[in-house]
């Protein structure tokens, strides 16, 4: 069965710094990768995907993350992070020929700090 | 409005008593999902449904029964057989294979 490791549970950081939250994932097969965000009070929203193709995607707000093989990881990158930012980030991964089961990690809280 | 509705947003019951929280969406998806998220714990899967009147285990369905009679339609019981049911339940469709998930505003379900 696939899983998902977030490794930063707490992540502090001033406005306009950089951003890079680490998530790995165990399983040897084809995947398809997310980052959801919760933003305080508000539903899970979709951040960025990968299924196939480039390694590197972009998505809403300036964030993009890579995908690295070789490494099984699925960072997420912001180059310059707002107060805006802070929430809760989640990475998450389904399985191809997994029946779409979406298994998420344990998730890392954002607090970004005028 | 298409999207995902769960109701209620805040719900308490009495220990020992079965709970059945509502989710309900428009979107034409075929697959529907039930998690759980406790603090530090992230989100795991109770259940999930690929199509009607189909649906299969996640990783802590114990204490926990659905059912998909309509596709648009995936209601959770949480039992008394739950021995921690207090959390924040939230529920989620994709169309089936490759997508992403939308996700409903959540029911905070607490149990004293």
């Known amino acids: 069965a696939q899983s998902v490791s977030q490794h930063n549970h707490h992540v502090i950081l001033s406005e306009a710094a950089s951003l890079e939250l680490g998530c790995n994932y165990s399983?040897?097969?084809?995947?398809?990768l997310f980052w959801y965000v919760q933003y305080p009070g508000q539903h899970l929203q979709l951040l960025l995907k990968?299924?196939?193709?480039?390694?590197l995607v972009k998505g809403i707000k300036g964030f993009e993350a890579e995908f690295i093989k070789s490494k099984f990881s699925f960072n997420l990158r912001k180059p310059s992070v707002q107060w805006s930012d802070t929430a809760e980030y989640f990475c998450?991964?389904?399985?191809?020929?997994?029946?779409?089961?979406?298994?998420f990690g344990t998730g890392t809280q954002l607090k970004v700090e005028l | 409005d298409g999207g995902i509705t769960q109701s209620p947003k805040y719900l308490f019951r009495k220990e020992g008593q079965n709970v059945t929280l509502s989710c309900e969406q428009n979107?034409?998806?075929?697959?529907m999902y039930w998690y759980r998220q406790d603090p530090g714990q992230g989100l795991r899967l109770i259940y999930y449904?690929?199509?009607?009147?189909?649906?299969q285990k996640g990783d802590i369905a114990e204490g926990y029964s659905v059912s998909r009679e309509k596709k648009e339609s995936f209601p959770l019981t949480v039992t008394s057989a739950q021995k921690n049911p207090t959390a924040f339940y939230l529920c989620?469709?994709?169309?089936?294979?490759?997508?992403?998930?939308?996700f409903g505003q959540g029911t905070r379900l607490t149990v004293v």
């Open positions: 989620a469709s994709s169309i089936a294979s490759r997508a992403e998930a939308f």
């Open positions: 399983y040897g097969g084809t995947v398809n």
């Open positions: 990968y299924f196939s193709g480039d390694p």
């Open positions: 998450a991964v389904t399985v191809t020929g997994g029946g779409n089961k979406l298994t």
């Open positions: 979107l034409n998806h075929d697959a």
């Open positions: 449904s690929q199509i009607v009147n189909d649906f």
